[in-house]
């Protein structure tokens, strides 16, 4: 079974950047697509950026559009959402989620394996 976790988060002021690292284990045949969501108290868990296995195509919530990029190491089963100019609003817990089915790569329940996440904390 593929497992993914999470690393990279930490506490920064705003306009600061960050990189998120998502490494996966098991059976990772090469072809998972990996999303990154984020939740907040009281909030859905929000799509944030995806991307096939093969880097060709990427995703991106409206909200990181411009400011988010993902990226692919496939030779070590890792993939990097770098944030840069962080704004409080990006505060939450960010997880990684991993999928063999690319049809709801934006979707929440389009994925089957989730980490524990890590907290991104953005202060004024």
């Known amino acids: 079974q593929l497992q993914v976790v999470e690393s990279g988060g930490g506490s920064v002021q705003a306009g600061a950047s960050l990189r998120l690292s998502c490494v996966a284990s098991?059976?990772?045949?090469?072809?998972?697509?990996t999303g990154w969501f984020r939740q907040t108290p009281g909030k859905e868990r929000e799509f944030v950026a995806a991307t096939t296995w093969s880097g060709s195509s990427k995703y991106y919530g409206d909200s990181v559009k411009g400011r988010f990029i993902i990226s692919t190491d496939n030779p070590k089963n890792t993939v990097h959402l770098q944030m840069l100019d962080l704004a409080p609003e990006d505060t939450g817990v960010y997880y990684c989620?991993?999928?063999?089915?690319?049809?709801?790569?934006?979707?929440?329940?389009?994925?089957?394996?989730w980490g524990q996440g890590t907290q991104v904390t953005v202060s004024s």
């Open positions: 989620a991993a999928t063999y089915d690319y049809s709801k790569m934006r979707a929440v329940d389009g994925y089957t394996y």
């Open positions: 098991g059976h990772t045949f090469p072809s998972y697509a």
